[in-house]
């Protein structure tokens, strides 16, 4: 499995999680999941094996779902951009460079 959560900001995660509940693109568990991984790994916490496992998961499905696609509401985002540049890897099959 690709290793997403070391792909893309830990900020990013939780504006992921933010864009997923404005738009209901996940459930209330896994917003909360989202939201949790990515402040443990913002405080440069260490994640579990399954932690990590549950997180790419977590992040593949938002991604899937079209997180990319909706918007923030805020003009011109570069976190959504970061989520722009992971979600177009993803689905080019490569593997998830890091970025920046």
Do not use: W
């Not at 990590?52 to 951009?81: H, N, Y």
């Amino acid at each position: 499995m690709l290793s997403l959560h070391r792909s893309i900001s830990p900020g990013a995660m939780i504006h992921m999680a933010g864009k997923a509940k404005l738009h209901y693109i996940l459930t209330p568990y896994e917003r909360k999941a989202l939201f949790d991984l990515g402040r443990k790994k913002l405080n440069e916490r260490e994640l579990s094996a399954e932690q990590s496992d549950f997180l790419d998961m977590l992040l593949l499905s938002a991604l899937v779902k079209g997180i990319a696609e909706v918007s923030c509401l805020k003009p011109q985002c570069t976190t959504c951009d970061e989520i722009n540049i992971l979600d177009r890897s993803v689905r080019r099959g490569g593997r998830a460079e890091a970025l920046g």
